[in-house]
């Protein structure tokens, strides 16, 4: 009996075994004792990763979450869609074996530009799917390693780290009197980072040569536009899967010495490129302004003159925006009338952008929608998804003001649908009637993660709605 009870000891559950054979769960696996490694020793080197990445389970994963992003084609025009029907096994052990035989080369990024608010155009970068899921393997590899040593402060395309842990710090800070605020703007960032010195953070940790010259073939591909293949001596491409890694190492050296000798000036809180300094004092805004722009210098890069300002929030005198959140101070008569709480809501840019999606999508000409459940189901996906982002805030009036505009746009298309707007009638559509066939409803949607300040009781003898400061969203009045 006891040899076979030892015997069932060392024999391993059906659910074990599975796991074992998950490549998820083995990619997690890698990534936690690669992330322990690393976090042990400041100093250690990783020297052997390069067959890590050309692994069967890491290549697997790295397809799967690159499938779940979607995206364009690159300049071979082959789509994940083809990819799929013609075989995904054979695309995977395809970059398998150029990776493992050294025979891997990177194409260059197709050529795309975005409007920007001030007119400009933002130039972006899209790659093959094939680069990108051996981008996309060498970051799941590669990622953990240099996690291990980034700063709180940073919130920015990390794990389990998003824009409203960053915006929720900012609140913070705000509200325990750090008034004054350097908000920063680099300028041309992502075209001006020094490719030398990136390189030479990145071997800080890495010693793997196989790797190191993959991560250069990625920064030398090249851009492809109107059929001309140019080559670009400095910066990371914008859209490329590992550029945001590679952008957050080389600012993690402004997040080092700013802890480490100017934390005494104020809270830093960086979203990738984008990040603000919340100081008590404006003389400490200024300074903190003085070594931003000299850690800046030794980066080779410059804050924009016209965009980089200092902000007093005192009783809300003046906001920002960050991460296309209005942030300011406003008097909260829930709590205390005399203190001025720290706010957000969507960004005026925000609003005119959802509100041209919207109006896309409304659009009669070019809808090809053959009714209002069609015109819904296109909706409902942006209204969410964009609810979801501004939700934590205090974004009441915006949310409201998108609902009637949406309201307006599909009753809109109702009436002008067939060229035929004699039988249509108003009150025949309510937004009711709308909400109750599935139209996304983004009223009602907002909650702050965490509350300011207990509520006061009231004081007033006019009825307290209980819809404005930091609570959000909508409470029983009392009488």
């Known amino acids: 009996m006891a040899g076979i009870e030892g015997k069932r000891e060392g024999m391993s559950s059906p659910v074990t075994r599975a796991r074992t054979n998950n490549p998820e769960e083995k990619v997690r696996k890698l990534q936690r004792s690669l992330w322990v490694c690393a976090k042990r020793s400041k100093t250690r080197r990783f020297p052997a990763l390069y067959d890590r ?88 590899v590669v990622e953990p390693i240099f ?46 980072i020094d490719r030398k010195v990136l390189m030479l953070l990145v071997e800080r940790r890495i010693s793997d040569r196989r790797v190191l010259k993959l991560i250069r073939k990625w920064l030398k591909a090249g851009v492809m536009e109107d059929g001309t293949v140019r080559e670009s001596l400095a910066g ?29 000036l104020g809270v830093l809180v960086r979203y990738a490129d984008d990040f603000v300094v919340m100081c008590r004092t404006e003389s400490q805004a200024k300074e903190a302004r003085r070594q931003v722009e000299r850690i800046m210098a030794s980066l080779g890069l410059n804050l924009h003159p016209d965009k980089t300002r200092l902000v007093d929030l ?38 005119k952008s959802i509100q041209n999606r919207v109006h896309e999508l409304t659009g009669v000409r070019g809808n ?42 599909v009753t809109n298309w109702i009436n002008r649908r067939g060229g035929q707007r004699s039988r249509f009638r108003l009150d025949k559509w309510p ?20 509350q300011a300040a207990p509520v006061r009781p009231s004081l007033s ?9 930091l609570k959000g969203g909508f409470g029983i009045g009392l009488n």
Not at 317 to 327: R, Y
Not at 431 to 450: D, F, H, N
Request: hydrophobic fraction near 35%.
């Open 53 to 140: 990445i050309s692994r069967s389970d890491v290549l697997r994963e790295a397809w799967k979450r690159v499938r779940k992003n979607g995206g364009a084609a690159g300049v071979d025009e082959q789509t994940l869609a083809s990819i799929e029907e013609s075989g995904e096994a054979e695309f995977l052990e395809d970059i398998q074996a150029k990776l493992r035989t050294g025979r891997y080369r990177p194409s260059p990024v197709k050529r795309r530009y975005i409007e920007k608010g001030d007119g400009k155009q933002r130039p972006l970068g899209i790659p093959t799917v094939r680069d990108r899921v051996a981008q996309m393997a060498a970051k799941l």
């Open 147 to 192: 996690e291990a040593d980034f700063m709180p402060c940073s919130y920015g395309f990390r794990p389990k780290r998003n824009a409203t842990q960053a915006l929720e710090a900012i609140r913070m800070a705000g509200n325990e009197g750090r008034n004054f605020v350097l908000d920063a703007d680099i300028r041309a960032y992502f075209d001006s």
């Open 236 to 264: 990371t491409p914008q859209g490329g899967v590992i550029s945001p890694l590679l952008a957050n190492i080389y600012l993690h050296v402004l997040d080092c010495a700013w802890n480490q000798d100017f934390k005494q």
């Open 314 to 351: 005192r009783r809300g005198k003046e906001g920002f925006i960050f991460l296309g959140h209005t942030v300011r101070k406003h008097r909260s008569i829930q709590r205390n009338p005399r203190w001025h709480f720290m706010q957000r809501w969507p960004s005026p840019k925000a609003m």
């Open 368 to 409: 090809g929608a053959k009714s209002v459940h069609e015109v819904i189901a296109k909706l409902n996906p942006v209204l969410r998804g964009w609810s979801n982002y501004f939700r934590s805030g205090n974004a009441d009036r915006e949310f409201n003001e998108l609902d009637s505009y949406v309201y307006r746009r």
């Open 431 to 450: 937004s009711k009637r709308l909400y109750a066939i599935g139209l996304c409803r983004t009223q009602g949607r907002v909650s702050y993660p965490a």
């Open 461 to 469: 003898r006019v009825r307290e709605i209980r819809t404005h400061g």
